[in-house]
C-alpha cells in the first residue's frame, strides 16, 4: 500500500510568487492534516481537513495561504504571494479516523528567495 | 495552551552509549504522547506512544514513559546504533472538538558515529 506522498520535494520561488504543494494521502484516509516546520524549530499544524471539509483552520498562519481539498481525495496547499518567512519543510498527514496514527508524507522543503 | 518542550541537540554518541532525549509537555485534560522519528531523507515515523499516566510505549529498543506526576516522556534507548541516526520529535495529541492535531516539539538531532 501506498503511503503519503507529496510533491515537489523540493521547490525555490522568488518573494511574491505563487506555489502550489500538493498532498496524495493514503486510500480511504478521511483525514489529513498539513503540519509545517520553519528555520529548524518545532512542527506547527497548519489544518484539518475531513473528506472535503475544512474541521480546523486555526493553524493558516494568514491569508497568503489557501488550502483545497476537491472530492475528499488529494490536497494543495497555496501559497499567494510567497514572503521570505514561509520558508520551510511542510509536512502532510493522513489517518483513517481521528483516533488512529497519523502517517507522514516526506515534506516539500519550499525555499523562498 | 499546550506545548511541548524537549532538549536542543544536536546530541552525539558513539554507537551502544545509552540515550536520553528529555521531553516536557504543558497540556489542559489528558494527552496522549508520542516519539516521531525522522530518517535522513524520509518522512516523520510514529516511533512510540503513551495514552495514559504511566503507560510505557516501547519500540526497537527505545521506550519513553508517561509521567503525569512530572509532565515528561524521556525517550530513552540502552544501546543506541549508527543507524539511529535521526531527528527525532516529541508530541502531544489535542482534542478538539473530537479532532485531532498534533503539537511537536523542536526536535532533536541525534548523531551516532562508530
Known amino acids: 500500500e501506498a503511503g503519503v506522498t507529496q510533491f515537489p520535494s523540493h521547490s525555490v520561488i522568488e518573494k511574491g510568487q505563487t506555489v502550489t504543494l500538493r498532498c496524495d494521502p493514503i486510500?480511504?484516509?478521511?483525514?489529513l492534516y498539513w503540519y509545517r516546520r520553519v528555520m529548524g524549530k518545532e512542527i506547527k499544524f497548519l489544518l484539518h481537513?475531513?473528506?472535503?471539509?475544512?474541521?480546523?483552520e486555526s493553524g493558516m498562519p494568514n491569508n497568503r495561504f489557501l488550502a483545497e481539498r476537491t472530492g475528499g481525495t488529494y490536497s494543495t496547499l497555496k501559497v499567494q504571494p510567497a514572503e521570505l518567512e514561509d520558508s520551510g519543510v511542510y509536512f502532510c498527514?493522513?489517518?483513517?479516523?481521528?483516533?488512529?496514527?497519523?502517517?507522514f508524507g516526506p515534506g516539500t522543503r519550499l525555499t523562498v528567495l | 495552551g499546550n506545548s511541548v518542550t524537549q532538549m536542543e541537540g544536536p546530541v552525539t554518541l558513539s554507537e551502544e552509549a545509552f540515550l536520553t532525549i528529555n521531553c516536557t509537555y504543558t497540556?489542559?485534560?489528558?494527552?496522549?504522547l508520542f516519539w516521531y522519528v525522522q530518517y535522513p531523507g524520509e518522512g516523520l515515523q510514529l516511533l512510540l506512544k503513551?495514552?495514559?499516566?504511566?503507560d510505557k510505549g516501547s519500540n526497537k529498543g527505545f521506550e519513553a514513559t508517561y509521567r503525569k506526576e512530572t509532565t515528561s516522556f524521556h525517550l530513552e534507548k540502552g544501546s543506541v546504533q549508527v543507524s539511529d541516526s535521526a531527528v527525532y520529535f516529541c508530541?502531544?495529541?489535542?482534542?478538539?472538538?473530537?479532532?485531532?492535531?498534533?503539537?511537536f516539539g523542536a526536535g532533536t538531532r541525534l548523531a551516532v558515529h562508530p
Open positions: 508530541a502531544l495529541s489535542s482534542y478538539s472538538g473530537g479532532y485531532n492535531k498534533l503539537i
Open positions: 486510500s480511504g484516509h478521511d483525514n
Open positions: 497540556a489542559t485534560g489528558y494527552p496522549s
Open positions: 498527514a493522513s489517518s483513517q479516523d481521528w483516533l488512529n496514527e497519523q502517517f
Open positions: 503513551a495514552t495514559k499516566a504511566d
Open positions: 481537513f475531513v473528506k472535503e471539509s475544512k474541521q480546523d
